[in-house]
């Protein structure tokens, strides 16, 4: 089948590498020149695991082309809208004007029968007044929402092995509908026979999918950073308390993870964008609770930065190495980063702060240029006062503490993803720390039985 994707960034690079994997034949639009130069030269624009080799093979088999040109829109089927909704500047409402935009583009090119697929994550509501405009303009073209669920990192599994695929179609349950459903199905017809759920629902409840979903994963974040607070008020320990309330099979140890917080391109802006949503359709006290949500998740920053400054005797003067940018390991995105956050908000308390990231040093250069930077841990470490676990990449999770020890000036460790063996640290002759955790006991450690991606020792967006 003939498919566009409209907007290549994040999300559409990875769908579009994905459904021309798929056997499909696929074009990707954007407007950005550079962007296009590049993902048609068969590499990426950021980093994400597996993508690279998905582009080559695509482009190199003819299967998968990029254009500047909407003309390129002519003879697809199907259209997928993949654009960026980032929250507006004035307000913590999501920015449509991409979305507006495609359907500028698309709407002189659609043919009878032709579907748009949208998978930007918007305000409920948005498809029928996409479908309103189409149908304004005389386009017979049909509207489906399609919601993604990409973790960043793992974005090319999550497409190719979806937990789920959600349709929201506007005439569910009429022959149109159906024909919808039928159009979608033979584009995932591969994942369909691989047994992946897939839920068709009315549009507002598609479109509501992927919000309720971030933010009731922000919540439980913010939840387990809640309960650090008090354990830190307590003499408790979060990390053995976020253990306990995982063997129940009703909460599970998903995004239970103690530390700095959740970060991204995603939950930050999307339970505003909820928020905002809600305050505009008068329901916004159903979910008051997601400011809460956030302030507890800034509220981590605050409290990462005076454990660091305990740990520091000070800040001012003190040579801090920031072991992390990105705001999640296997990942270059820089954006709402606790991590780099963190070193910001350190260096602005007086301390000489170096960064280090095995991804992320471009990105988080244009982001906090003020900060100084190093090409690898070593260069990091060398001369530290205090080293700070700020993502949990592997190399960070592994670092050998009698190494560390051979480089930095001062003894002194702070942990703030839960992710290391404190003993083992002290072992070494280390001043030892983590949030959450008043001190450290025997079996504390939390590296022996970290869990996977978004489990007790690794919370993300």
């Not at 500028?104 to 994550?121: F, H």
């Not at 159009?183 to 629902?201: I, K, N, Q």
């Not at 001062?410 to 720390?433: E, I, K, M, S, Y």
Request: hydrophobic content about 50%; charged content about 20%; aromatic content about 4%.
């Amino acid at each position: 089948m003939r498919i566009s994707v409209i907007g290549c960034g994040y999300l559409g690079a990875v769908h579009a590498a994905v459904l021309a994997h798929l056997g499909h034949d696929v074009v990707g639009i954007d407007v950005d020149p550079e962007k296009v130069a590049v993902l048609a030269s068969g590499h990426t624009t950021f980093f994400e695991p597996g993508l690279a080799e998905l582009l080559a093979a695509g482009t190199q088999s003819g299967r998968l082309r990029f254009s500047t040109d909407p003309a390129e829109l002519a003879g697809a089927v199907v259209h997928f809208v993949c654009v960026g909704t980032p929250q507006r500047a004035d307000s913590g409402l999501a920015d449509l004007a991409a979305v507006d935009a495609a359907v500028a583009a698309l709407l002189p090119r659609l043919a009878s029968g032709d579907l748009v697929v949208g998978k930007s994550t918007v305000p409920v509501g948005t498809a029928a007044s996409v479908l309103g405009r189409l149908r304004a303009a005389g386009s017979t073209a049909r509207v489906v929402w399609n919601p993604e669920f990409l973790r960043e990192g793992h974005a090319v599994g999550d497409t190719l092995r979806p937990d789920r695929l959600v349709y929201g179609v506007a005439d569910e349950g009429s022959d149109d509908g159906a024909a919808d459903v039928a159009l979608l199905d033979e584009v995932y017809a591969d994942l369909l026979r691989r047994g992946v759920p897939r839920v068709v629902t009315d549009l507002p409840t598609a479109e509501l999918a992927k919000v309720a979903a971030n933010s009731f994963l922000a919540t439980k974040i913010s939840f387990a950073n809640a309960m650090a607070e008090v354990c830190e008020a307590a003499g408790g320990d979060a990390v053995a308390l976020a253990r306990t309330m995982a063997y129940d099979p009703r909460i599970g140890a998903q995004y239970l993870g103690v530390g700095l917080g959740f970060g991204g391109g995603c939950l930050p802006k999307d339970i505003r964008a909820f928020a905002a949503t809600a305050d505009e359709l008068g329901v916004g006290r159903s979910v008051a609770f997601l400011h809460e949500v956030d302030e507890i998740n800034d509220r981590c920053q605050d409290r990462a930065v005076e454990l660091v400054g305990r740990a520091a005797g000070g800040l001012r003067g003190a040579r801090v190495a920031v072991l992390g940018a990105a705001f999640k390991p296997e990942s270059d995105d820089v954006r709402s980063s606790p991590a780099l956050d963190l070193a910001v908000r350190i260096a602005d308390e007086g301390a000489d702060v170096v960064v280090t990231d095995p991804q992320a040093l471009l990105r988080a250069q244009l982001v906090a240029p003020q900060l100084r930077y190093a090409v690898d841990a070593v260069e990091a470490l060398t001369g530290a006062d205090v080293v700070v676990l700020a993502t949990e990449w592997q190399e960070y999770r592994s670092l050998d503490p009698a190494a560390v020890a051979a480089v930095v000036r001062r003894r002194c460790v702070v942990d703030t993803r839960n992710v290391w063996d404190l003993q083992q640290w002290q072992a070494a002759g280390f001043q030892a720390a983590a949030l959450g955790r008043s001190a450290v006991r025997p079996g504390a450690g939390a590296a022996r039985d970290a869990a996977s991606e978004g489990g007790l020792a690794a919370p993300g967006g």
